[in-house]
């Protein structure tokens, strides 16, 4: 149930559909870390998790969109 929590709550940051938001998690960092206990991230509260989901998000934006101005330079 976390992580349902967790994405529905992700998806609504990001404006994502559930299907995208859910497929993000599943590659994250963060699912990696809160699946395999790492600092006990599972422990920590939806709002939280979300951010660091936002986070990735962002920065996987902005490499794709770094790789494209680089691609067309």
Known sequence: MKYARVVALFAKLSDLNLED???FFYDSYTYKM???G??????RSD????????????ES?????????????
């Open 34 to 36: 809160m699946s395999e």
């Open 61 to 73: 934006k902005d490499s794709a969109t770094d790789k494209l101005t680089t691609d067309n330079s």
């Open 21 to 23: 938001a859910l497929s």
């Open 38 to 43: 790492i600092a006990e991230m599972h422990c």
């Open 47 to 58: 709002e939280y998790l979300a951010d660091e989901l936002m986070l990735e998000y962002k």
